[in-house]
């Protein structure tokens, strides 16, 4: 995984839903298996500890692929969902060896924030929810305890260890200045008709698009003119397709036919992909680099992450130093 700070994938007041949510969901023709997936130093992880985590990626990848790429990202999604069960399993070591420990009123404290939170104060609708999904509230509790010492685990170790300068992000900027470029826009309007299937449509809707041409060249509104004939998801803008970079915007073939036109002018009939389009430019303006100060703020959350990657990469790699850890190879699929 290269995601950092994963050990908080499952947010505290979701523990209920997410990390004890009964039996795992899996998609037809996959096998949920018991037993172990890996060991940290003497301790087992389950498979159905990784599943846990890896539960809702799956359920993201059984909504949208079938086959044999179903079963590959499904493969992909529980092995990460391993190596976040051992990266949980290397922080809580750390904190157990550390000194400085955290005082048992802060997990009390977060544990009747979530009953507060989620089930309105209710204790007796907690211990209901955990018995409808056969979790034990002890289990719970240590649940909670666990998610709140690896979120103060990694803010010492890694959340404040990152540091991203001023200098950084400025030199950032001037190293990347073609990332920040902006092509010339124009501000377009756009006219489509279909040209049919029949010859005989063929040639009456090339007629009817070279006549709204010649009433547009002539002056006519070309927005109205959309508004009353063209077939374009634009029709109810009369048109309009706002400010765009037409390199990014419109396939080449449509590029290409407003390349050349001023201000106020109509392109000619661009046919293309079975359909008749007209162009109009409104207007012109200069592609140019982006300010510095428009940029900086994303400039700067892209160091951050780049730098809490890898901070938190170098304290998991810390953490397994003289720690034997092995993963079991379990099929899920048959």
Same mark, same amino acid.
């Given at each position: 995984m290269n995601i950092p700070?994963? !050990?908080?994938?499952?947010?505290?007041?979701?523990? !209920?839903?997410?990390?004890?949510?009964?039996?795992?969901?899996?998609?037809?023709?996959m096998a949920l298996v018991e037993g172990v997936a890996a060991y940290?130093?003497?301790?087992?992880?389950?498979?159905?500890?990784?599943?846990?985590?890896?539960?809702?990626?799956m359920r993201r990848l059984a909504s949208s692929l079938r086959g044999d790429e179903l079963k590959k990202r499904m493969e992909e999604a529980y092995r990460d969902g391993v190596g976040l069960a051992i990266e949980r399993r290397l922080v809580?070591?750390?904190?157990?060896?550390?000194d400085n420990k955290i005082p048992e009123w802060v997990f009390r404290n977060r544990a009747d924030a979530i009953v507060a939170q989620s089930f309105g104060g209710d204790r007796d609708a907690l211990l209901k929810a955990l018995s409808r999904d056969g979790?034990?509230?002890?289990?719970?509790?240590?649940?909670i305890r666990e998610q709140v010492i690896i979120a103060t685990m990694r803010r010492e170790f890694v959340d404040r260890r990152v540091r991203v300068?001023?200098?950084?992000?400025?030199?950032?900027?001037?190293?990347?200045r073609a990332k920040y470029e902006t092509g010339e826009q124009v501000n377009a309007r756009?006219?489509?008709?279909?040209?049919?299937?029949?010859?005989?449509?063929?040639?009456?809707?090339?007629?009817r698009i070279e006549s709204i041409r010649k009433d547009a060249v002539a002056g006519k509104d070309f927005a109205g003119l959309a508004r009353a004939h063209s077939e374009h998801r634009s029709r109810a803008e009369g048109g309009s397709l706002g400010w765009i970079?037409?390199?990014?915007?419109?396939?080449?073939?449509?590029?290409?036919?407003?390349?050349?036109?001023?201000?106020?002018?109509?392109?000619?009939?661009?046919?293309?992909?079975?359909?008749?389009?007209?162009?109009?430019?409104?207007?012109?303006?200069?592609?140019?680099?982006?300010?510095?100060?428009?940029?900086?703020?994303?400039?700067?959350?892209?160091?951050?992450?780049?730098e809490t990657e890898a901070v938190y990469r170098s304290w998991i790699a810390q953490l397994q130093k003289g720690v034997y850890i092995s993963r079991s190879d379990v099929d899920l699929f048959k």
């Open positions: 700070g994963a !050990v908080l994938l499952i947010p505290v007041p979701l523990l !209920v839903l997410a990390v004890h949510a009964g039996p795992a969901e899996v998609p037809a023709g940290v130093g003497d301790k087992a992880i389950t498979v159905g500890e990784a599943m846990g985590i890896a539960q809702p990626a809580l070591a750390a904190y157990e060896k550390q979790v034990d509230y002890d289990e719970w509790l240590q649940d300068s001023p200098s950084a992000v400025r030199g950032a900027y001037d190293s990347n756009i006219i489509a008709l279909s040209k049919g299937r029949t010859d005989e449509e063929v040639r009456e809707r090339l007629d970079d037409p390199r990014v915007s419109l396939r080449s073939e449509l590029a290409d036919a407003v390349r050349s036109l001023r201000a106020g002018e109509v392109s000619k009939v661009v046919e293309m992909a079975g359909d008749y389009y007209l162009l109009k430019v409104e207007g012109r303006r200069d592609g140019g680099v982006q300010p510095f100060d428009s940029v900086q703020d994303e400039i700067e959350r892209e160091l951050r992450r780049r």
